[in-house]
């Protein structure tokens, strides 16, 4: 199964965490503030990937249009 | 039966997670429980597919049309679709965007409904004529 990606996305999480919260501390706080975007637009590709499968699914599923 | 086996360590492992996540990025714990919720719901699918089989397969021996079995397939499919993505909505605090999806989610319901209610309409007029 497909678990392995949201132990992806929460590694990608924790990681993006405690990288802002080092640059924050090294006073990059330009820096933390792409790091934490760069974070969200990764992990949003992930989740709209499986998102996809899901409706593709569903949608074979339940007959839907 | 593994799978509520599974299901069920996959919710706790994405909690204990999605705690810590939380305190630090809010918004990246956000959209790991959008994924473990998509995850989940893909696991379900499969058994519900085994379902829908059983219904169609009664509904051909009831002689029932396919057609209204799959209105009701539809119909079924839509409220899954939008009580997901209602809940997505409510976890992230977005209430109003939330009631509007179930909205959205009930006019749909209803134009899929339109055929059944015409035919219980001509029904009723050929009952009542």
Redesign the interface.
Known sequence: ???D??LK??G???L???L??ILTEAGKKDQAQMV?IA??VV??Y??IQ??A???V???N????Y | MVEIV?IIG?AM??TV??A??KQ??P???L??S???G??I???V?DK??LV?DLLQKLAEQANISSYYL?II??I???A??AEFGCQICRDAGENALATKIEIAAKVFVVILGIPIIVAIMETMMKLLA
Do not use: H, P, S
């Open positions: 199964m497909n678990f990606l949201i996305v929460a990608i999480g924790l993006v965490a405690i802002a919260i934490t974070g969200v992990v949003l992930i989740v499986g998102l499968d899901l409706f699914l569903v949608k599923v339940f007959n839907l | 599974q996959l492992v994405v997670v999605g810590v996540i630090l990025k918004e990246l714990a959209q790991l959008i994924l473990a998509v995850t719901f893909i696991l699918m519900i597919r829908i799959f397939l539809k079924m499919g839509i899954y679709l």
